[in-house]
């Protein structure tokens, strides 16, 4: 009873601007979730993690010794983590100061413009892979990738089959590296992006294979890579590798990552179809 009190005191103190709060603070953590993907940011949270965990255990068994170390790193400790992880932190900055607040507000028709960018780098990517091309596609999402884009040439183009099989054409000045596509646009080409230090990919995967994954661990990034050696499609997403793709199933697989409300619908338009054509069906069979 005692709880059940103590809840109905706390709704009736509950205002509006408590409610505005929560909001908020959990528009905020959706917001940042993606920055958990990347390795460094990663990093930066089990070092946290790990100083508090043995700082609360220094207080239960009154490990004085450790406890005055301790101490004396946290006096200096965020010093000491602006200066360790200053890339890391300058990424999670440049990302908080470019929300779009527009943009999320608006993902239908971010949706419906990234269909067709998705049907021509399909395109593209089929015929590189039928002429062992070899290809780095990079599509961001809620991280810009501006340092990233400041390591090539900008292009600021509009997608389509013909621009993406120029840019990657073997004897192209602008073949060896990677391009970006940010808001349905080829923002930039020839990237240096960074290779990923994983153990778990297979040793036969050669440098453009380990940037589409360093890349993915980096940022919230998409990233579609073509191998020169086997004409193999593969997408990069979160740190995994997707190999050996067809042309259908990497259609698909764009359409869900760059444009899940659009997805969505479809998925939601086919059920609805498949219930009607159900509910026809059923009469015929009762008699």
Not at 2 to 20: K, N
Not at 72 to 99: C, N, S, T, W, Y
Not at 155 to 174: E, M, T, Y
Not at 215 to 230: G, L
Request: glycine share 6%.
């Amino acid at each position: 009873m005692e709880y059940l009190q103590t809840f109905i005191q706390a709704l009736q103190g509950f205002r509006f601007t408590d409610a505005l709060d929560i909001i908020i603070v959990a528009f905020l953590i959706y917001k940042l979730l993606p920055l958990l993907r990347s390795t460094g940011t990663t990093k930066i949270g089990t070092v946290i993690v790990t100083v508090i965990v043995v700082a609360g255990l220094t207080g239960i068994f009154k490990l004085h010794t450790l406890s005055w170390i301790l101490n004396q790193l946290l006096a200096v400790g965020l010093l000491a983590v602006v200066v360790l992880f200053q890339p890391e932190l300058r990424r999670m900055i440049d990302h908080l100061g470019k929300l779009n607040l527009k943009k999320m507000f608006t993902t239908q028709k971010v949706d419906q413009e990234m269909v067709p960018v998705i049907l021509q780098t399909v395109r593209a990517c089929e015929a590189m892979s039928r002429e062992k091309v070899g290809a780095l596609i990079v599509f961001a999402r809620d991280n810009p990738l501006d340092e990233y884009m400041r390591t090539g040439t900008v292009i600021d183009g509009q997608v389509s089959d013909q621009l993406i099989r120029n840019i990657f054409f073997p004897k192209a000045a602008l073949h060896d590296g990677a391009m970006i596509v940010r808001g349905g646009r080829v923002q930039a080409a020839a990237c240096v992006l960074p290779l990923s230090e994983s153990d778990r990919l297979s040793a036969d995967l050669g440098t453009r294979h380990r940037a589409a994954v360093g890349m993915s661990e980096a940022s919230d990034a998409v990233v579609v890579v073509v191998s020169e050696e086997t004409g193999a499609i593969s997408v990069a997403v979160g740190g995994m590798l997707k190999r050996h793709l067809a042309a259908q199933t990497l259609e698909r697989l764009l359409r869900n990552e760059l444009c899940p409300e659009e997805t969505e619908k479809e998925e939601n338009l086919v059920l609805k179809l498949r219930q009607k054509l159900q509910k026809k069906e059923d009469p015929e069979n009762e008699k």
